[in-house]
């Protein structure tokens, strides 16, 4: 059975960092064509919005524009990771994030993990 689990969130100052984690497992992580991996994130009041995402094989990344130049996803094949670096925090950034992929039609959330910018 497919499974996400997230980690890493917790509550940083403006302008901090933290590294979130995904690990995935009931599924061939690395299988051609490529699964794309994702990063969302909700806000209370607000509608779940996509953060970024990575293909499995490849590893060729995207981002919303609200990220670019501060976020960066990665993925350990191996390991069965992918990976959110995330610097430059602000309060847009509070939220919970999920981990998503979509498998033949499925799609399969993680439980997710609280990140809390405030000062």
């Known amino acids: 059975q497919v499974q996400l689990v997230e980690s890493g969130g917790a509550l940083v100052q403006p302008g901090g960092s933290l590294r979130l984690s995904c690990s995935g497992s009931g599924f061939t992580f690395c299988t051609s064509p490529s699964y794309v991996m994702k990063w969302h994130r909700q806000a209370p009041g607000k509608e779940r919005e996509f953060v970024a995402s990575?293909?499995?094989?490849?590893?060729?990344?995207s981002y919303a524009d609200s990220v670019k130049g501060r976020f960066t996803i990665s993925r350990d094949v191996a390991k069965r990771t992918v990976n959110l670096q995330m610097n430059s925090l602000n309060s847009e950034d509070t939220a919970m994030y999920y981990c998503?992929?979509?498998?033949?039609?499925?799609?399969?959330w993680g439980q997710g993990t609280q990140v809390t910018v405030s000062s």
């Open positions: 998503n992929v979509d498998i033949r039609g499925t799609p399969y």
């Open positions: 990575i293909t499995t094989v490849l590893g060729r990344s």
